[in-house]
């Protein structure tokens, strides 16, 4: 009798097994879904709207900020320069976090070559979203070279005569 009791545990637990292995497919399949869609959703780290040489505020911001302050060094179009590298792939490879705090920072890069910090820079400082975003616009392709035009939205259209 304690053959068939053994027989029934193996048994019991191999059934105990497959029902686990069973549940956790059924579990993971929504979980592969939803990690398909957050990864979908998640194609930019990156918040910029592009439509032909037209963007929206915080890209045009960030090109004006850009261009007002990093540019001397980092190059036209964030491309880089002959002593500071190119912002528009460093955007790919670093966090918004990273980005930020080199931009308060600063940054020894090489003997002699620094990268003074930006805290005490208002300007610089309350647009770092938006330079993050206008190089993301640039690393991803969306953008190109030049100084871009501002989106017309909706609240800046005047209403025609007659109307509102």
């Known amino acids: 009798m304690m053959t068939n009791n053994k027989i029934m545990t193996g048994n019991r637990k191999r059934g105990i097994a497959i029902a686990m292995v ?3 497919a059924q579990l993971s ?10 990864e979908e959703e998640e194609e930019s780290k990156f918040e910029y ?14 090109w004006e900020v850009y261009t007002g302050t990093c540019m001397a060094c980092h190059g036209p179009d ?3 320069s002959s002593f500071a590298p ?12 990273q ?25 610089v400082m309350s647009h770092v979203l938006d330079i993050w975003n206008y190089l993301g616009a640039r690393s991803e392709g969306g953008l190109g070279r030049g100084r871009p035009k501002l989106l017309e939205s909706e609240t800046d259209v005047e209403p025609e005569e007659g109307q509102g």
């Open 22 to 24: 069973f549940a956790a």
């Open 86 to 97: 190119s912002l528009v792939r460093a955007s790919e490879r670093r966090t918004f976090e």
């Open 29 to 38: 399949a929504p979980l592969a879904q939803a990690a398909d869609t957050a």
């Open 99 to 123: 980005f930020a705090e080199t931009i308060a920072e600063g940054r020894d890069v090489l003997p002699g070559q620094v990268m003074p910090s930006f805290a005490d820079d208002v300007r």
């Open 78 to 80: 964030g491309l880089g």
């Open 49 to 62: 709207v592009v439509e032909g040489d037209k963007v929206d505020a915080s890209t045009m911001m960030g």
